[in-house]
C-alpha cells in the first residue's frame, strides 16, 4: 500500500515551496541569502535501505548525537527533522515515522520539532487517504479520529485473488483479516457425511472475512476461494497490535465492528440441509481433566493447566481453563498435547489418556478460556457415551 522507500536524489527549494503553486516552504529549508537555490544533498539527511553502507560524499551523515563532535547536536536534529519532511513528501510514511521516533529518542526537549513533525506526517497521511478505500467501511471508519483512521488505513495491504484460488483453507490458520473491495468469493466447508465440499455462502463488496481467526486462537473452519478476480486488503494481526498499543480505542470499536458484519453475514448464508461440519458428534461432559503439553520427543513438557471438561466427541473434546495467559494461551495453540481425565463406569473408575492437539482458545471475561482439542486418533463411541452420561444430559449438535 505504501510506496517504497525512493533513492533520494537532489532537493532544491522548488521542491519545497518556492514555487507559488506548490505552497509556502516546508519547515527546516530555509533559503540562502540572496534569494539562491541552495542545493540540499540529501546523502547528508539520510542514507537509502539499498545505500546504507554508501559514505556520504560530503557533510555529515545521520549519526548517534553521543558520537557526534561537540556543537553538531543541533545539526544532527536538523538533518533528522529535514529527512522526516523528505519521506512524507514521498508518501514513504513508515520511514518518516521511523525517523520521528529517532527524533524523539535523540532530543526529547526539542517540542516544537516533535509535535511540528508529527502533525505533518499526520496530515499528509489524511490526505493521501483514498475516499474509496474507506466508502464501503465508511460506518467503521467514522468511529476513529484522524489519528486512528490513517494509522489503521496505511497499516491495510492490498492484494488480488483470481478465480478458484484459495484466501484462506479450513483447519490452517493465520493472522489476517481480509477486507473485500471488489469481485466476489465463496465460503464452502468439507461435509464430513456426504464426503464433499459444500457452499454455503457468497462474499463480496463491503465484507469482512477471518474474524473469527483474527480475535481469537482458532484455524479457519471454512474455505473462503475466489469465484471472479477480486481485491482484498488485509490487516495483519502484528501490525493491528502495534496500531493498539498507540491508539487503545480501536480495538473495541473494531472488535464490535466485526461481530455485527459476522452476524449480518451469517444470516444471508445459504443453510443445506445436508450439512454437517463435524466429523463426530458431539456430546456434554463434565469432568475435570490435566493438560500437558508435549515437545517434539512426545515427552510432557513441565507445568501442568487443570480444567473442566465441557464437551466430548471420539474426535476429540472442549476445556474450560480458569487464568489462563496470553503468553501459555499462544504456546498451545497448534501445539501437541496430552490430556488425561478419570471416569467410571459400572462402579469402576477408568483412565482416559489422549494425545492431540490444540486447534482453538477463544478467551472469556474474568481471564476464562475455552480450550478445544482434536485427538490424533478417535476414541470409541461407548467410551464417548460413558463419559457423557456422568453429566446426565443429552447429546447435541
Known amino acids: 500500500m505504501q510506496p517504497g522507500s525512493t533513492a533520494p536524489g537532489k532537493l532544491t527549494e522548488k521542491n519545497h515551496g518556492t514555487d507559488p503553486e506548490a505552497g509556502p516552504p516546508q519547515p527546516g529549508f530555509a533559503l540562502p541569502a540572496g534569494g539562491k537555490s541552495k542545493v540540499i544533498h540529501l546523502h547528508e539527511v539520510a542514507l537509502t535501505e539499498n545505500n546504507k553502507t554508501e559514505k556520504p560524499r560530503r557533510g555529515v551523515a545521520l549519526q548517534s548525537a553521543g558520537t557526534s563532535a561537540p556543537g553538531s547536536k543541533e545539526a544532527l536534529i536538523k538533518k533528522i527533522f529535514e529527512a522526516i519532511v523528505y519521506y512524507t513528501n514521498q508518501s514513504n510514511f513508515e520511514k518518516a515515522q521511523a525517523l520521528h521516533t529517532r527524533l524523539v529518542k535523540e532530543a526529547p526537549n526539542a517540542i516544537h520539532l516533535i509535535v511540528k513533525s508529527a502533525e505533518f506526517i499526520e496530515n499528509r497521511k489524511k490526505s493521501a487517504m483514498d475516499p474509496e478505500k474507506i466508502r464501503p467501511w465508511a460506518d467503521l471508519f467514522n468511529q476513529f479520529t484522524s489519528a486512528e483512521a490513517a494509522a489503521f488505513y496505511f497499516a491495510l495491504k492490498d492484494f488480488v485473488v483470481r478465480p478458484n484460488q ?6 490452517n490458520c493465520d493472522t489476517r483479516l481480509y477486507f473485500i473491495h471488489s469481485g466476489r468469493l465463496k465460503i464452502k466447508y468439507f461435509d464430513y457425511n456426504i464426503r464433499k465440499n459444500v457452499a454455503i455462502g457468497v462474499l463480496g463488496p463491503g465484507d469482512i472475512a477471518g474474524i473469527e481467526t483474527f480475535f481469537t486462537l482458532t484455524n479457519h ?17 502484528a501490525d493491528y497490535q502495534g496500531i493498539v498499543r498507540e491508539h487503545h480505542n480501536i480495538e473495541s470499536r473494531l472488535f464490535q465492528y466485526c461481530e455485527n458484519k459476522q452476524l449480518e453475514i451469517q444470516n444471508r448464508q445459504e443453510r443445506p440441509e445436508t450439512g454437517n461440519r463435524r466429523a463426530y458428534q458431539r456430546y456434554k461432559a463434565e469432568l475435570m481433566a490435566e493438560l500437558r503439553r508435549l515437545d517434539e520427543n512426545g515427552q510432557p513438557i513441565e507445568g501442568r493447566m487443570n480444567g473442566k471438561m465441557t464437551d466430548i466427541s471420539a474426535g476429540g473434546l472442549g476445556l474450560f481453563v480458569k487464568n489462563l495467559k496470553i503468553g501459555d494461551a499462544a504456546c498451545l ?20 489418556i489422549k494425545t492431540g492437539s490444540v486447534v482453538s482458545l477463544k478467551f ?26 456422568q453429566a446426565d444430559v443429552i447429546a447435541y449438535i
Open 166 to 171: 484459495p484466501v484462506f483453507q479450513q483447519g
Open 364 to 389: 472469556h471475561p474474568l481471564g476464562e478460556c475455552t480450550v478445544h482439542v482434536q485427538f490424533e486418533e478417535p476414541i470409541d463411541d461407548e467410551r464417548v457415551i460413558a463419559i457423557a452420561q
Open 333 to 352: 495453540h497448534n501445539s501437541r498435547i496430552m490430556v488425561s481425565a478419570s471416569y467410571t463406569q459400572y462402579g469402576l473408575t477408568h483412565e482416559l
Open 221 to 237: 473452519t471454512t474455505n473462503l476461494i475466489a469465484a471472479d478476480i477480486s481485491k482484498l486488503s488485509y490487516l495483519e494481526k
